[in-house]
């Protein structure tokens, strides 16, 4: 992806695109008036966004953001996007995970141990993941999101992010 090309997503779909490093903007129609929490691309043309209007969706591009198709998913809300490779993406929300394998083009769900929304998901490696919640609760996968454990009790501080640098610091 080129540092010239930036897209922004916000309230009641707002959907914004930069080709020049952020000079100009244009903004494109996605169709959809919910509110948009994240946006990543897999490479120059393809890309999606997490939002909720009545339930979760995730936005689709495959032509840079010029036009998004929808797909509803199984939660309250589509919250955080951690994109792993070319094909491999996971989307935090409400209790559950969501990975897809081809782009966005499809997306199967994992529960995780606790069931509070995840603003925030990372994969330091294609096994070991982190989801965090604003309700102070952190999960781990070490199966590559197939199951989850809570490895974080509750505590006084909620989290929002989570980052790694490398596979082994965070």
């Known amino acids: 992806v080129s540092s010239d090309n930036i897209n922004i997503c916000g309230d009641k779909g707002f959907l914004g695109r930069s080709t020049n490093g952020g000079l100009n903007w244009s903004a494109n129609s996605s169709g959809f008036y919910g509110n948009l929490n994240d ?16 339930s979760g969706i995730i936005l689709r591009t495959t032509n840079a953001g010029l036009q998004w198709d929808t797909t509803t998913i199984d939660a309250n809300e589509a919250l955080g996007i951690y994109i792993y490779d070319e094909n491999i993406a996971y989307v935090g929300g409400t209790g559950k995970i969501f990975k897809t394998t081809n782009k966005g083009a499809s997306f199967t769900s994992y529960n995780t141990q606790s069931t509070p929304y995840w603003y925030d998901v990372s994969f330091p490696n294609e096994n070991t993941g982190y989801v965090v919640s604003k309700y102070r609760v952190v999960d781990k996968t070490t199966d590559g999101g197939n199951t989850w454990v809570n490895i974080l009790p509750s505590s006084a501080q909620g989290y929002f992010t989570i980052s790694f640098i490398n596979g082994s610091t965070g």
């Open 39 to 54: 946006i990543k691309f897999f490479d120059q043309n393809t890309g999606i966004a997490s939002g909720i209007y009545g």
